[in-house]
């Protein structure tokens, strides 16, 4: 049985990616999902892009405005981009996307089941039901504008959708997962992100059972008049219905709408870990195996929360803005975007992911041994408050070549280099 897992306020953002940052989230998208599926199989991949915390986790390790419905899209379209040139040695599909992409969904289905022998008919009538139960039997104010699916060769599948309440300056995620799901009306979502404006009415919940049979009663013996009759009479003076006691309601984390990274939207144990992991287990394993001089401390300390996205459990992703540390943002929160450290993550995966893939898996064993360190590290190391930490990065932006949508970092006299 596929459960709901939470949900997260996300604040609509305006704007595009610029070609900078996205030419690179889909080559780190690609090869993040790669290691996941090299250790752990492409139906882990499923299940954590069906995860709602782990996905916008995943956005902001890529160097997105970190708590945005932004992400969404891009996460969505970094994939489709990065995995697209792989797909039939990965053995996964990413289809939809946002408006027209999204409604060319069911023929791209039918195009990749026909190549890889799968039941095509039955996954495009998958990609509108769900469509259509988030969008008429999930009545929760929010208007769907994306839908991707995500599809392997043997017919497993996840699908991320998003919906936008213009009136709220709010968005919603719906995921979804295939496996262990009984039936389209039986609570099948993975989860639902989005702010809590009220309560929800989830029609598609398996305590709606009733409710549902409820209203093909009405509709096949009352007639429409008869409904608008009685729904009237519901009504109180002011106007509003008074909801039912047992209506359905979604739990759900808040994102923050401030643009900033606050320390109050990080775990520090966990940053502190991860930075005193990447100090102490960077010398020893990556100084000669992976890292070009110069750069390569500042690089460990960004693969040590590369290394948590590929090995992490579901309940280390409660704080997305923490992966932003990563490699910054594109808006400057936290940071600008290093795109040396970033370059050079990239190509520190694809060296590990290739290798592994070739019967060598001392690069990804390392990976994994750095995200061991920071568990062990978690309970007693220390470290500078954030505050301190993101000074630090725009110190030294301009030398790991600062990007943002603003333009390139400046040098300590304003000399841009």
Known sequence: MANRTGSADLPLH???VPRWLSDRMAKLAAVLSEAIIVHYGRDELLRRLANPFWFQSFGSVMGMDWHSSGITTSVVGALKRGLQPRASELGVHVCGGRGAQSRRTPGELLAIAAKVGI????????????????SAAVQDGFDLYLHGFVVTDDGKWMVVQQGMNGAQKTARRYHWLAEGMKNFLDSPHAAIDGQNQGRILNLSDSRANASRERQLDLLSQAGPDRIVSDLVGLKGTSGQSSPPSDQLLLPHVVMPSHHDVRQSDVNMKRLHAALAAAADRGPKDFQELLLTPGIGARTV????????????APCRFADPARFSLAHGGKDRHPFPVPLKVYDETIRVMKSAVRRARLGRSEELNALKRLDDQARRLEHYATGPDLNDIVAGEFDRSFTLGG???????????????
Not at 403 to 417: K, L, Q
């Open 301 to 312: 300390e960004a693969l040590s929360l590369v290394a948590e996205m590929i090995h992490g």
């Open 403 to 417: 990007r943002s949508v603003f333009g390139w970092e400046s040098g300590p006299e304003g000399n841009d280099g």
């Open 14 to 16: 305006g704007g595009r």
């Open 119 to 134: 039941d095509g008919d039955e996954l495009a009538k998958t990609s509108r039901l769900v469509a259509k139960i988030d």
